[in-house]
């Protein structure tokens, strides 16, 4: 089992970044991935990136490429997302979570959740 905590939402305007950082804890000596998912008022929560435990090999939503990126240094906590030039469409709630295994992009893939935070983007 995993246990995983977001932080670093909050309010941007239009055009500005934020970073969001993940903490995972627990069973975390098998081979794991950790993706970044946000979820829009009256939308479906939707993949935003992931990358594996080591680091490397970071995957990427086609609409957030260029924007965001996802990283993690040498297994080490956190996971950051790196958000820039933030559209107001960006507004969610995102969370971190994670899989035993490879990178995936499916929400129905990861098993374990954070509680989320809320990144709010001002036009």
């Known amino acids: 089992q995993m246990l995983l905590v977001e932080s670093g939402g909050g309010l941007v305007q239009a055009g500005g970044s934020l970073r969001l950082s993940c903490i995972v804890s627990?069973?975390?000596?098998?081979?794991?991935?950790v993706g970044w998912f946000r979820q829009a008022p009256g939308k479906e929560r939707e993949f935003v990136a992931a990358?594996?435990?080591?680091?490397?090999?970071?995957s990427y939503a086609d609409s957030m490429k260029g924007r965001f990126t996802v990283s993690r240094d040498n297994a080490q906590n956190p996971v950051y997302l790196q958000m820039n030039s933030l559209k107001p469409e960006d507004t969610a709630i995102y969370y971190c979570?994670?899989?035993?295994?490879?990178?995936?992009?499916?929400?129905?893939?990861?098993?374990?959740w954070g509680q989320g935070t809320q990144v709010t983007v001002s036009s």
């Open positions: 979570a994670s899989r035993y295994g490879t990178t995936r992009s499916l929400v129905s893939d990861y098993a374990y």
């Open positions: 990358i594996n435990w080591r680091g490397t090999g970071p």
């Open positions: 627990g069973q975390t000596l098998l081979t794991y991935s």
